[in-house]
């Protein structure tokens, strides 16, 4: 258990639809990041969020977008969605220069 | 070229067998190394860091090459518990993770 908690588990979206996904870091985290698991990839690095600022962000379109929140939880949004876009979305949360540790991730099939 | 290249596997190897992964990484810049471990249709949990000196953890033991730009991971007496895949990941300054594909393994009774 990391303490890290994501919803929704599970949610099916066709071409097109917005989709909303979110997160709760662990107590005395104020960083938190997203990756993209696609089906027998490695995660791949969306974003990441520092004290509510957007401070990296990796090879990904603008439709990928986000929000910290003042207590550190987090949002990835993701609008216009393609069939690529289905995965596994993974949200880690770390103290400043600390570890990260991974919520059980969101999982996302686009139809 | 990916930045971090790994054997996908499957590893097929029998309990007690000695396995090792290897990894290499195209960014010289890299920073931090690590092995991740992933169970099926599970989030990656951090396994070990890894530090040119080589360092130890129980049955693991993990080495870097920085010239090489070359990772590598040795389980020693494998466990049916150890079955999983195993991510390579380095970093840079800024600290986002970058994961290889990953390798699978697989160990039987």
């Known amino acids: 258990e990391t303490g890290v908690t994501q919803s929704p588990t599970h949610l099916i979206k066709t071409r097109g639809q917005q989709v909303t996904l979110r997160c709760s870091s662990q107590?005395?985290?104020?960083?938190v990041s997203w990756y993209q698991q696609a089906l027998g990839q490695g995660p791949q690095f969306i974003f990441q969020?520092?004290?509510?600022?957007?401070?990296g962000r990796g090879n990904f379109p603008p439709r990928f977008s986000g929000l910290q929140f003042p207590n550190y939880s987090s949002e990835l949004n993701v609008n216009a969605l393609e069939l690529d876009d289905s995965a596994l979305y993974l949200c880690?949360?770390?103290?400043?220069?600390?570890?990260?540790?991974f919520g059980e991730g969101s999982r996302l099939t686009v139809l | 070229r990916k930045e971090v290249e790994q054997d996908p596997g499957p590893f097929n190897v029998p309990e007690g067998a000695t396995v090792a992964f290897n990894c290499t990484y195209s960014?010289?810049?890299?920073?931090?190394f690590f092995w991740y471990r992933q169970d099926c249709r599970k989030e990656p949990k951090l396994l070990m860091s890894?530090?040119?000196s080589g360092n130890e953890d129980g049955r693991f033991t993990a080495q870097l090459n920085r010239a090489s730009q070359y990772i590598s991971l040795l389980i020693r007496d494998s466990k049916l518990s150890d079955s999983a895949t195993y991510l390579c990941?380095?970093?840079?300054?800024?600290?986002?993770?970058?994961f290889g594909s990953g390798t699978r393994l697989q160990v039987q009774p």
């Open positions: 890894v530090y040119s």
């Open positions: 990941v380095v970093t840079t300054g800024r600290r986002a993770l970058t």
């Open positions: 107590s005395g985290h104020n960083t």
């Open positions: 960014n010289s810049a890299s920073q931090s």
């Open positions: 969020y520092y004290r509510e600022e957007e401070n």
């Open positions: 880690a949360s770390s103290p400043e220069g600390g570890e990260l540790f």
